[in-house]
């Protein structure tokens, strides 16, 4: 399973630490505010890109000095806190897969219906 940042919300970084809000029909929800420590906001900028646990955990141990074993326990409570808010979302390799792929058949048809357009 690879996990992303949830793009329906507004990250800002304050005095070290990160701040998300949530956006829920277009307003941000002050009510679900969260902040990050040091550690998740690394965690955090590194998803911004689709990343696994192992890689994660890799990184954790290596910018912080700990472990691999303690990094999976604090990397696997972060990753599972994230997806209960729907701060962040989880994928399979099948599912971007399938997603490229639609991507390139709505690519293919836009290209199509301008290329008809230029006749």
């Known amino acids: 399973m690879r996990y992303t940042q949830n793009k329906e919300l507004v990250a800002r970084q304050i005095e070290g630490e ?14 679900s505010v969260y902040t990050l420590n040091p550690v998740g906001t690394f965690l955090w900028h590194f998803m911004a890109k689709s990343r696994s646990v192992p890689e994660m955990v890799e990184r954790i141990s290596n910018e912080f000095e700990v472990t691999p074993g303690q990094a999976l326990g604090d990397v696997e409570g972060f990753v599972s806190s994230l997806l209960e808010e729907k ?10 897969a399938e997603s490229a792929r639609g991507l390139e058949e709505a690519e293919k048809k836009e290209a199509i219906v301008a290329s008809s357009h230029l006749r």
């Not at 701060?87 to 971007?96: A, C, P, S």
């Open 87 to 96: 701060l962040i979302q989880g994928w399979t390799e099948t599912d971007e």
């Open 18 to 31: 990160t701040v998300i809000v949530p956006i829920r029909r277009g307003v941000g929800d002050m009510n």
